[in-house]
Structures are given as C-alpha cells and as structure tokens.
T-cell receptor
C-alpha cells in the first residue's frame, strides 16, 4: 500500500477482554515497529521486527502484551486481559532498511484503544 | 541509556513570529536525529532529519542543525503560520530504533 495501514482506528473494550491490533506496513519494508502514545508518557517504544523475528522486545510493558509478524509483512499486537492503563494510541511504523540509524521510519495513523 | 529532552510546551506564538524549539540528546554513539510533526487528528510525519554532525536538515521553512559539541538539534523557523500549529517531536535513531522526546505543542494565533 501507499502508507502504513492500521486497524481498527478506534476500539473500545471492557476491562479484562483481549484485543488485537493490526498493522500492514509499506510494501517491501523489512522493519516494523510498534509504539504507544499516551498522555503523560509521550511516545514509548514497544517492539521491533526485522523480517519475522523480533530482535528487540524491550519495550513491552508486561507479559500481557505480545506481537507477531508473519510473512515479513502484516503484524498483530495482542493485549490480553486489558487494563484501564492500557488506554492509548498504538502506533505502527515501518522502514525499508532494518538496523540503519539514518533510515526514515514511516508511521501509520494509529489505533486508539479505550479500556472501560 | 539514550534519551531526548525537549523544551516543554505549549508554545504560543503570533503569526510570522520566529520559532525555536530546543532539543538535546544523550547517546553513547553517533545517532541520526529527526524532527517529526503531528498535526491535529493526523499521524506522525517526518519533518526533517540529519545523519551526521554539522548536517542541516530543512523542510517547509523549518531547519535544524546537528550540533555534536552541544548534543543539540534545535528546530527553527523564521516566520510561523497558523497551519504550523501541531505537536513537534525530536527523536534520535541509533541502531534502527527511534527514541522520542516528550513532544512540544505549538499553537500559532492569527
């Protein structure tokens, strides 16, 4: 596609339910990132994929959070047993060259998650 | 660890005023530096970048110079417009991962 595509754009869920957020990166981009943007916390790095493997999972806040990427393309971020503090915008991004500090990283418009 | 510090907002300016948003970083190596912008209701967009010391990134009238001696990457624009109202994020990239500052909200009044 022309840009990074994320779905759903908005999700309201009840506390304790599981949610899945999907990201479709720019075609041909090998690196894929998940970030979280919440009030008072700024932009937090969650996880980074190079192809289908995740060399850096250091930002996942707890074991309730997991992500996978299949076929070197689409990624799914799963949050189990959601809590109110999980409410945030979840941003996906991709870039064409993994591990290169000078490479531009392109962001999707985000999935706004509200846990009630 | 690596980190980015930005001046706190919100910053409110009149149209055609001069803009500076300060950004400093801490990094163990030689990162690339970026400014991203988030307009109301939109996603993050790259505004400009610089990949080595003394490089100047520029776009849409905005400029920032990579100053290794002061570990800074301050964003400047000579004459802001109402349409520049947005949140601006400074970021560094070392090893392929972006680390962001807290963001600075800019509001430009006519």
């Amino acid at each position: 596609g022309a840009g990074v595509s994320q779905s759903p754009s908005n999700k309201v869920t009840e506390k304790g339910k599981d949610v899945e957020l999907r990201c479709d990166p720019i075609s041909g981009h090998t690196a894929l990132y998940w970030y979280r943007q919440s009030l008072g916390q700024g932009l937090e790095f969650l996880i980074y994929f190079q192809g289908n493997s995740a060399p850096d999972k250091s930002g996942l806040p707890s074991d309730r959070f997991s992500a996978e990427r299949t076929g070197g393309s689409v990624s799914t971020l799963t949050i189990q047993r959601t809590q109110q503090e999980d409410s945030a915008v979840y941003l996906c991004a991709s870039s064409s060259l993994a591990g290169s500090s000078g490479n531009t990283i392109y962001f999707g418009e985000g999935s706004w998650l509200t846990v009630v | 660890g690596d980190s980015v510090t930005q001046m706190e907002g919100p910053v409110t300016l009149s149209e055609e005023a001069f803009l500076t948003i300060n950004c400093t970083y801490t990094a163990t190596g030689y990162p690339s530096l970026f400014w991203y912008v988030q307009y109301p209701g939109e996603g993050l967009q790259l505004l400009l970048k610089a990949t080595k010391a003394d490089d100047k990134g520029s776009n849409k009238g905005f400029e920032a110079t990579y100053r290794k001696e002061t570990t800074s990457f301050h964003l400047e624009k000579g004459s802001v417009q109402v349409s520049d109202s947005a949140v601006y994020f400074c970021a560094l990239n070392q090893g392929g991962k972006l680390i962001f500052g807290q963001g600075t909200e800019l509001s430009v009044k006519p």
